[in-house]
């Protein structure tokens, strides 16, 4: 390093949900307190909250997100979070935002709550193991078209939606014939195949799974093995690759 050379620390990008209880008069307690810390530790990102629990993608160097999981896991209600981290050298997210949503991932069926009752989750080297040994599954992708044009895992099928509401109505069309094979839904992180599989099981299918962490906890632990393409995401990166890293993808936010 050249003398009066700057070190500039690599921010750590995390994403995390869990669908718990939440009494919906704490709500606006926790989006003040949630703000006003992310804004102290200067973290970029947003955060969910609502009575069915919280999903959040927030940016920051280590040491200010260190301290602000350490903030959250202060409340009971968020403890034990699995937060999947990636990284980049800019902070992928333009501001800081605390909403109070009706549902934290929007789904419109309020008999599914997944803090209750949830499809049982698959790990991602279960599912690579299936890959390997040529099981009869159907792999459902439960994201939006925009999302599936990067890439998606072998023979997944395509719902072809272009809002995760749509998925109920899809899966309507699928033919009865799957509904005996066992299914693996995913999306990026996880939280969407949680209220899907549910949705599945609830509506004649037998056999049905989540990817426990989605896409990108299949990059951290199996790489890009049966998968074909990258992974969108929603900041400014667009889009990782099975290493987890930034592509040169650009998107146009208009249009998707």
């Not at 792999?139 to 997944?156: C, H, I, K, M, P």
């Not at 509401?165 to 299914?183: C, G, L, N, T, Y």
């Not at 599989?197 to 990817?211: P, S």
Request: aromatic share 10%.
């Amino acid at each position: 390093m050249t003398h009066g050379e700057l070190i500039v620390e690599q921010n750590v990008n995390i994403s995390a949900y869990k669908f718990v209880d939440i009494q919906v008069q704490k709500l606006p307690v926790y989006r003040e307190a949630m703000l006003n810390k992310a804004l102290l530790l200067e973290l970029k990102g947003t955060i969910l909250l609502s009575t069915e629990g919280i999903n959040l993608f927030l940016s920051a160097p280590r040491s200010a997100m260190n301290e602000y999981i350490k903030f959250l896991e202060s409340y009971e209600e968020f403890r034990g979070l699995p937060y999947k981290d990636s990284f980049s050298d800019y902070q992928p997210f333009r501001r800081m935002l605390v909403r109070i949503k009706k549902e934290i991932i929007s789904m419109g069926c309020e008999e599914i709550k997944p803090a209750i009752k949830a499809a049982p989750h698959l790990s991602a080297k279960e599912l690579k193991r299936w890959y390997d040994e040529g099981k009869d599954m159907v792999v459902l992708d439960t994201r939006n078209d925009y999302e599936v044009q990067l890439g998606s895992f072998e023979s997944a099928v395509d719902l072809d939606i272009k809002t995760f509401r749509a998925f109920p109505e899809a899966v309507k069309r699928m033919s009865d014939e799957v509904k005996e094979k066992p299914v693996v839904t995913f999306c990026t992180g996880g939280i969407r195949c949680e209220k899907a599989a549910e949705y599945m099981l609830r509506n004649g299918f037998k056999n049905v799974y989540q990817l426990d962490g989605g896409i990108l906890k299949y990059f951290e632990e199996c790489g890009g093995e049966h998968y074909d393409g990258e992974c969108f995401v929603f900041d400014q990166r667009v889009s990782l690759n099975p290493e987890l890293e930034e592509t040169d993808v650009s998107q146009c936010f208009a249009c998707r």
